[in-house]
């Protein structure tokens, strides 16, 4: 018995001519590839703007108006992520042969190859992290150590660069997909001839598969834009938080979960309210007995769902006017929460400033339920949700 030889391995692995289907093809790799760039420049601009807004730069600080705006942004984030999913799997089918090209010969022309090589991978690496990231911070699973917002941050960038380099490098070949129908050309397998005419098979197959990524696309998003846009409600099957929850609002995170709910239902609560160095205290019936007043308002979560919902409270600033705080002051919020993230909250001046900003008491007209923030929460116009902390405790005003 003989040990098998390089060429003998060489001879297993498929070559780019072994994939006979026809669908393959520059003219499906580059109309695929336009519309999954767009999804990805949007996805990437929103992901980017929600960067910023959960923690807005000195330089931009963005504020409570225009009232909705995170819920489209974030929505929209969400929405073409999801649809990027149908679009990548049909767009890495398509080019997988590719993979297979052998080497070039010659040091320079394998450094080339090489180098596009490493692009590639980095480009594809990167999207599926950030797909796969994405939907599992969505689904709240986190098989991970690593922090979720710096590494889906972090590697949005090496996405989008490597995303403009390949688009860079591969301009020639797409103009001239672009430039030839869908319906011309061959299957781009290396031993084409120019004059080699597709079938009636090639073409049929062609369009449906550029039709099927396109229409699951735009299922995959009209499925998930309910969790963002009313009328769509009911069929967004894949919305992850379905719209119901006590007092007509889904919950993020109970009580029992923040291991707030002993704290929060003890009848000696008191909310604290810290001004320079003095403290006053307030209980609940006591918030309940200030002037009171209510504003629709949206929750607009990070994982792309948002609701909107009537709160009635206390005015922020009228309340920290009681300790004479000025209202434009940024404030820290504390809440009763023991376990996991979102417990402190910073709430920027300009949100201070903003009359509507509130100590929420109620939901839709009832008492706040403990898994909505049981004795008080804030709620802010445009405010990520995730910094609409429940369970207050604290506000410490900062001079
Ligand atoms: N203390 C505290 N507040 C919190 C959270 C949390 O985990 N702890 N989750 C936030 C998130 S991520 C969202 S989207 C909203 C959801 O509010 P809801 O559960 O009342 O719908 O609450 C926010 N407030
Ligand atoms: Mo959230």
């Known amino acids: ?216 696309a735009g299922l995959a998003a009209l499925l998930t834009a309910g969790q963002t846009v009313p009328f769509l409600r009911k069929i967004s099957v894949f919305a992850v938080r379905d719209g119901e929850g006590p007092q007509g609002l889904p919950i993020n995170r109970t009580a029992k979960a923040a291991g707030a709910d002993e704290t929060a239902m003890d009848p000696n609560f008191v909310l604290e309210l810290i001004v320079g160095g003095t403290t006053m205290t307030f209980d609940r019936e006591q918030l309940a007995a200030l002037p009171q007043q209510t504003h629709r308002l949206p929750i607009a979560c990070v994982e792309g769902w948002s609701r909107n919902a009537e709160w009635t409270g206390v005015s922020v600033r009228d309340l920290i006017a009681l300790a004479g705080a000025d209202p434009r002051s940024d404030i820290v919020v504390r809440s009763l929460q023991t376990k996991g993230a979102f417990g402190v909250s910073v709430l920027p001046k300009q949100f201070v400033e903003d009359p509507r900003t509130m100590l929420a008491l109620e939901l839709n007209g009832e008492t706040l339920s403990l898994d909505h923030g049981y004795p008080c929460r804030i709620i802010a116009p445009n405010r990520p949700g995730v910094l609409q902390t429940k369970w207050v405790q604290q506000l410490e005003v900062r001079s």
Not at 22 to 50: D, M
Not at 100 to 109: D, V
Not at 125 to 153: E, V
Not at 205 to 214: K, N, Y
Request: aromatic share 8%; hydrophobic share 45%.
């Open 1 to 216: 018995m003989r040990l098998p030889t390089v060429d003998d391995v060489e001879r297993l692995i498929p070559r780019p001519d072994d994939f006979t289907s026809r669908a393959r093809g520059t003219g499906l790799s580059a109309r695929v590839g336009i519309v999954l760039g767009v999804a990805f420049g949007i996805c990437f601009l929103t992901g980017l703007w929600s960067h910023v807004q959960y923690d807005p730069p000195g330089w931009l600080p963005i504020g409570p108006q225009p009232t909705q705006l995170y819920r489209i942004t974030q929505g929209t984030h969400v929405i073409t992520g999801i649809a990027s999913i149908p679009l990548i799997l049909v767009k890495l089918w398509s080019v997988f042969p590719r993979l297979f090209i052998r080497p070039p010969r010659g040091p320079r022309a394998l450094l080339v190859e090489a180098l596009e090589r490493a692009s590639i991978g980095a480009l594809v690496g990167a999207s599926i992290f950030m797909l796969a990231s994405g939907l599992l911070n969505i689904a709240q699973w986190y098989p991970w150590d690593f922090s979720f917002r710096a590494t889906h941050y972090a590697v949005a960038w090496v996405a989008i660069g490597s995303l403009l380099v390949h688009i860079a490098v591969k301009l020639p070949v797409i103009r001239q997909a672009l430039g030839a129908p869908l319906d011309e050309g061959t299957d781009d397998g290396p031993n084409d001839s120019p004059d080699e005419r597709p079938t009636d098979d090639d073409l049929l197959t062609r369009r449906t598969v550029l039709g099927g990524a396109l229409v699951s």
